[in-house]
């Protein structure tokens, strides 16, 4: 339980618990500042600058700090030998949809659907600029998915806050071993569709708890352009599926579609 509270935040608007990477809180759907960035960016300017005016000690205290530098460059190395020991991944292992989609409030977010077709259990991070018609960048962001399972498929969105008018964007990928089990496969999944939301229910039947499972839905003109975009926790009050449990979730559309396709991502503890 521990683990999981380290992992949560408080929403600066409804103040209900809600995951620490969460860009919009899904109780009262409020976009989540990046105050927090801002504030270690300032700690880290402070350290360099202490760290340039403390360079100014004797010889002794220069030769000890060589000798620790010339650990920590060792240590580097080293790290960097594990990592090229690790799994290697090409974009030949994934299949990538993109959609782009601008809200009624002046945002835009480019959804990235990642189908995994290696065989190992896959977390993505990526970074995006949004371009306008000129080719000039008017937003940034970052992404990522915890756990893509072999064989599943999962979604990220990178949030231009504030920005609209997108004409492009470049976005680059890294794919790593994860951290976490997969549970997306696991979950049996029910989809009833109507005029202005859809039903999605969702059992987990697998043997661990499914946690921060969530259902993203994009509903689609005829010309499958995102035209609304619905997302909300399908879990209970601990965040998790546990195992046999069926949950429902309801998103809503506000506007006329053609179709709509639901997307999950979800993880459980290793």
């Known amino acids: 339980m521990d683990n999981q509270n380290a992992e949560m935040k408080t929403c600066k608007y409804c103040m209900m618990q809600i995951p620490k990477k969460a860009k919009i809180c899904p109780n009262c759907k409020k976009k989540q500042s990046h105050t927090v960035r ?77 189908t995994n077709n290696s065989q190992a259990n896959v977390a993505v991070s990526g970074n995006a600029t949004a371009k306008d018609s000129s080719g000039n960048s008017i937003g940034a962001d970052d992404m990522d998915i915890a756990v893509v399972g072999a064989g599943e498929t999962s979604f990220g969105y990178f949030y231009f806050d504030g920005v609209t008018g997108v004409d ?52 689609f003109d005829e010309n499958n352009n995102v035209i609304w975009e619905s997302e909300d926790y399908i879990t209970d009050d601990e965040l998790k599926i546990k195992p046999n449990d069926t949950l429902s979730v309801q998103l809503d559309c506000h506007k006329v579609y053609d179709h709509v396709e639901v997307y999950f991502t979800g993880r459980a503890g290793k």
Do not use: C, H, R
């Not at 060589?66 to 994934?94: H, I, L, M, P, W």
């Not at 859809?198 to 509903?219: H, P, R």
């Open 38 to 114: 801002w504030i270690i960016l300032g700690v880290i300017i402070l350290l360099l600058l202490l760290n340039i005016f403390g360079k100014s000690g004797s010889k002794d205290a220069e030769s000890e700090n060589t000798a620790e530098n010339e650990k920590a460059e060792t240590t580097v190395v080293e790290n960097k030998t594990d990592e090229a020991d690790g799994k290697t991944y090409s974009e030949n292992d994934f299949d990538v949809k993109e959609y782009l989609y601008e809200n009624t409030i002046g945002d835009t977010l480019y959804f990235l659907i990642v």
């Open 168 to 219: 492009s964007v470049d976005y680059s990928l890294k794919y790593s071993d994860s951290l976490y089990d997969p549970v997306i496969n696991n979950l049996e999944v029910e989809q009833t569709t109507n005029d202005k939301n859809v039903i999605v229910s969702a059992t987990n039947k697998g043997e661990k708890e499914a946690q921060f499972v969530m259902a993203q839905a994009l509903f």
